[in-house]
């Protein structure tokens, strides 16, 4: 299995909703990444956890809250979003080779819209 | 902030024409430079990692170069073909292999029939 799946695809919700995405892999990587892309702009990182440890946070809001239960889940969780957080939720994941070829993976991404 | 510049924005060439596109990025402290191929509604897809001046990949028709003095990297497509329609995205990394990502945003190509 060389792919990065994330559910769900699009998201509908409103300001005071509770809800999360999913991101999983099972390539053995051990470094998980959270990115979120805005329209016309490159993706930026929010989040990536290495070994199941938050090893990076790009000072994101608090009402995003990411979460690594196991080597192959990454959960980001929603909390009163507000509507600039709309946007193309991207996962990824890398082996953490230790030379400079280390490649992250991409799944499809989660469309985000906050009314 | 560091600044990673695609060009041209987008491109619009006839099935069988060759192109290419320029990324460029921060020359200190060069770590890796990465080639996504990302078509609409599908995960970006990794064509190349780069990590030495003087570089040259090739995957097919696409191929690349890398100068980190310069801080450039061209991506070649030879005889163009619809399927080769995407967005091409270019990722500088620096410092380390945990460093993060900083992405160009990409140049769009469409490849007409």
Known sequence: DTEVTQTPKHLVMGMT????????QHMGHRAMYWYKQKAKKPPELMFVYSYEKLSINESVPSRFSPECPNSSLL???LHALQPEDSALYLCASSPLLRDSTDTQYFGPGTRLTVL | ?????????????????????????PSSNFYALHWYRWETA????ALFVMTLNGDEKKKGRISATLNTKEGY??????????EDSATYLCAFKRGSTLGRLY????TQLTVWP
Do not use: A, W
């Open chain 2, 42 to 45: 599908k995960s970006p897809e």
């Open chain 2, 73 to 82: 990297s061209y991506l070649y497509i030879k005889g163009s073909q619809p």
């Open chain 2, 1 to 25: 902030i560091l600044n990673v510049e695609q060009s041209p924005q987008s491109l619009h060439v006839q099935e069988g024409d060759s192109t290419n596109f320029t990324c460029s990025f």
């Open chain 1, 75 to 77: 959960n980001l969780h």
């Open chain 1, 17 to 24: 909703n509770k809800k999360s995405l999913k991101c999983e």
């Open chain 2, 103 to 106: 992405f160009g945003r990409g």
